[in-house]
């Protein structure tokens, strides 16, 4: 069984900075791109960043020049950096990542449990 387990949400105040943490455990061969998706109340769950094996991130347009995603693959986890942040960035935060467990098998989507972050005016 392969588990995600996020760390790091809470409250802070607008122009505040959070940081997220996210760690892969369980029977893992191999992992491709990891990141990050929030939704917020009464939305669709969105990207906020990924990253993907070798380094190459991709941010959504809200958060470029504010949030920073970063990996350590010999650990299996993937960070969040969050700067600057404003109340519209107030949503529950989960970490992604894609997965195959043996080396024979496929990649499989799997997500956290979340963690919410809330932002202040």
């Known amino acids: 069984q392969v588990q995600l387990v996020e760390s790091g949400g809470g409250l802070v105040q607008a122009g505040g900075s959070l940081r997220l943490s996210c760690a892969a455990s369980?029977?893992?061969?191999?992992?491709?791109?990891m990141g990050w998706y929030r939704q917020g109340p009464g939305k669709q769950r969105e990207l906020v960043a990924r990253?993907?094996?070798?380094?190459?991130?991709n941010y959504a347009d809200s958060v470029k020049g504010r949030f920073t995603v970063s990996r350590d693959n010999a650990k299996n986890t993937v960070i969040l950096q969050m700067n600057s942040l404003q109340p519209e960035d107030t949503a529950v935060y989960f970490c992604?990542?894609?997965?195959?467990?043996?080396?024979?098998?496929?990649?499989?989507?799997?997500w956290g449990q979340g963690t919410q972050v809330t932002v202040s005016s």
């Open positions: 990253i993907s094996k070798n380094g190459v991130p």
């Open positions: 369980g029977r893992i061969s191999s992992i491709r791109d």
């Open positions: 992604y990542a894609d997965i195959k467990r043996t080396s024979w098998g496929l990649f499989v989507d799997t």
